[in-house]
């Protein structure tokens, strides 16, 4: 069964790290691009970062929020993207969905949560 698992969210106070993990199973190959996205309560959902295929570089681009405090990587061995983020603020607090796409199917995870808060 071909999936995408995030993990890592959590509560973290405003200044903090966490680092996400999103995981894919059951691709019979190393997954190529690789986005994150976040959904705020009320909020629709907005992209957050992408990282490209280790064939096209590993290419990143970042919305403007969030540049210079998170780092979308990958490991390629482990079929994993990261997104590491740093200085959190309260507006990043947010459900975190990793997303591919394989074949022209658009794979989405479940999601993790992270809470921003004193």
């Known amino acids: 069964q071909v999936q995408l698992v995030e993990s890592g969210g959590g509560l973290v106070q405003p200044g903090g790290s966490l680092t996400l993990s999103c995981e894919a199973s059951?691709?019979?190959?190393?997954?190529?691009?690789v986005s994150w996205y976040r959904q705020a309560p009320g909020e629709a959902r907005e992209w957050v970062a992408v990282?490209?295929?280790?064939?096209?570089?590993?290419?990143?681009l970042y919305t403007d929020s969030v540049k210079g405090r998170f780092t979308i990587s990958r490991d390629a061995a482990r079929k994993k993207v990261y997104l590491q983020m740093r200085n959190l603020k309260p507006e990043d607090t947010a459900i975190y969905y990793c997303?591919?796409?394989?074949?022209?199917?658009?794979?989405w995870g479940q999601g993790t949560q992270v809470t921003v808060s004193s």
């Open positions: 059951g691709f019979d190959h190393n997954i190529g691009v």
């Open positions: 990282i490209s295929g280790i064939s096209a570089g590993a290419n990143t």
């Open positions: 997303r591919t796409v394989l074949h022209n199917i658009v794979y």
